[in-house]
């Protein structure tokens, strides 16, 4: 069944974001890699993958590498990316529900604030499938902006020149109490058509991911401020390591 999150990392996401997240793909994914402790040619699954831009810099390190997404857009992107090579392969799941066998992995990567989105039920649901993926031992790197960040930095409005007659605008309000961002969010192209919609995502203190990561069958968890073992702190974004 779809849902608005569908209809944001559809179309529109490539539009509004492809390749215009900040930081170094290559960099953050073999940065993860290091910080699980694997080296090639280790299973990595990467989930939620998107258009593959970690799933690619981590293959043409050796890795192979699994990209599964629940959009068949991003997906269609990252195969056009990726060409003919054999890795990585690409799958179109629901990280909630793997279609994979139990202790598939040596190590999981969920990258670029991909929890949240469907609040603390659904982000359950997805690490009880990402530890069930894993082999024992397994590493899941987790790397997220985390809720003491979005405080220290939170504008209410926000917009961005796509180029080409294209802006992206962003409206937020913040709901301290649940910890979570109403974003009304309209992409206005050069032709005068608008999309819009609004959402709603769960933020977490390093405490509550920690938390939910170790109720989901984790131990051993971690946090760093980034994938070079710094400490978390508001000027940082949010590394854990799970086993």
Same mark, same amino acid.
């Given at each position: 069944?779809?849902?608005?999150?569908?209809?944001?990392?559809?179309?529109?996401?490539?539009?509004? &974001?492809?390749?215009?997240?900040?930081?170094?793909?290559?960099?953050?994914?073999?940065?993860?890699?290091?910080?699980?402790?694997?080296?090639?040619?280790?299973?990595?699954?990467?989930?939620?993958?998107?258009?593959?831009?970690?799933?690619?810099?981590?293959?043409?390190?050796?890795?192979?590498?699994?990209?599964?997404?629940?959009?068949?857009?991003?997906?269609?992107?990252?195969?056009?990316?990726?060409?003919?090579?054999?890795?990585?392969?690409? #799958?179109?799941?629901?990280?909630?529900?793997?279609?994979?066998?139990?202790?598939? *992995?040596?190590? @999981?990567?969920?990258?670029?604030?991909?929890?949240? &989105?469907?609040?603390?039920?659904?982000?359950?649901?997805?690490?009880?499938?990402?530890?069930?993926?894993?082999?024992?031992?397994?590493?899941? #790197?987790?790397?997220?902006?985390?809720?003491?960040?979005?405080?220290?930095?939170?504008?209410?409005?926000?917009?961005?020149?796509?180029?080409?007659?294209?802006?992206?605008?962003?409206?937020?309000?913040?709901?301290?109490?649940?910890?979570?961002?109403?974003?009304?969010?309209?992409?206005?192209?050069?032709?005068?058509?608008?999309?819009?919609?609004? &959402?709603?995502?769960?933020?977490?203190?390093?405490?509550?991911?920690?938390?939910?990561?170790?109720?989901?069958? *984790?131990?051993? @968890?971690?946090?760093?401020?980034?994938?070079?073992?710094?400490?978390?702190?508001?000027?940082?974004?949010?590394?854990?390591?799970?086993?």
């Amino acid at each position: 069944m779809s849902d608005h999150w569908d209809e944001l990392f559809d179309e529109l996401y490539l539009k509004t &974001y492809a390749d215009r997240e900040p930081g170094d793909a290559r960099e953050d994914a073999i940065g993860a890699a290091h910080v699980a402790g694997i080296e090639p040619p280790a299973d990595v699954l990467d989930a939620p993958c998107g258009y593959g831009r970690h799933s690619l810099a981590l293959a043409e390190a050796g890795y192979r590498v699994t990209g599964a997404d629940r959009s068949a857009v991003p997906l269609d992107e990252a195969r056009r990316r990726s060409g003919e090579r054999e890795w990585p392969r690409w #799958v179109h799941a629901d990280h909630r529900e793997l279609p994979f066998d139990d202790a598939s *992995f040596d190590s @999981v990567i969920t990258l670029f604030s991909s929890l949240g &989105y469907r609040g603390e039920d659904g982000d359950r649901a997805t690490l009880a499938e990402l530890r069930r993926v894993l082999r024992p031992g397994g590493a899941l #790197v987790i790397e997220t902006q985390h809720r003491d960040r979005i405080m220290s930095i939170f504008r209410e409005e926000g917009w961005q020149d796509l180029g080409e007659g294209n802006l992206r605008l962003e409206a937020r309000r913040m709901d301290y109490a649940a910890g979570e961002i109403e974003t009304d969010f309209m992409l206005i192209e050069a032709d005068g058509s608008r999309h819009a919609i609004t &959402y709603r995502l769960r933020l977490y203190t390093a405490t509550e991911l920690i938390r939910l990561v170790r109720d989901a069958g *984790f131990s051993d @968890v971690e946090s760093f401020g980034g994938f070079d073992g710094g400490p978390v702190s508001r000027e940082t974004r949010l590394v854990l390591l799970a086993r």
